[in-house]
């Protein structure tokens, strides 16, 4: 079994920073995906970015060049850094692991940016 827990949402003003980290316990393979989605409210659930094993990394558009993925493989933790917010990032920020064909799923945490 595989536990997701992340940490650092908040409110913060437009152009402010925020730094999200999403520690993984339980049966962690060394080969695994890390990433996060976002659910803003009355919206689909988005992914947005992406974390290998071996640190390889993919964005999506609209967080390109604001945002930054990154781990620490040997503490089971990734981070996300998240600069130049605006309204429009407000959600519930979700980490997932993916591994051995599974996914799993932390349980949010709210990310609010003041106009």
């Known amino acids: 079994q595989v536990q997701l827990v992340e940490s650092g949402g908040g409110l913060v003003q437009a152009g402010g920073s925020l730094r999200l980290s999403c520690a993984a316990s339980g049966s962690i393979f060394s080969a695994n995906v890390m990433g996060w989605y976002r659910q803003a409210p009355g919206k689909q659930r988005e992914f947005f970015a992406v974390?290998?094993?071996?640190?390889?990394?993919n964005y999506v558009d609209s967080v390109k060049g604001r945002f930054t993925i990154s781990r620490d493989t040997a503490k089971n933790k990734v981070y996300l850094q998240m600069n130049s917010l605006k309204p429009e990032d407000t959600a519930v920020y979700y980490c997932y692991l993916t591994q051995g064909g599974k996914d799993y799923w932390g349980q949010g945490t709210q990310v609010t940016v003041s106009s």
């Open positions: 974390i290998t094993s071996g640190g390889s990394t």
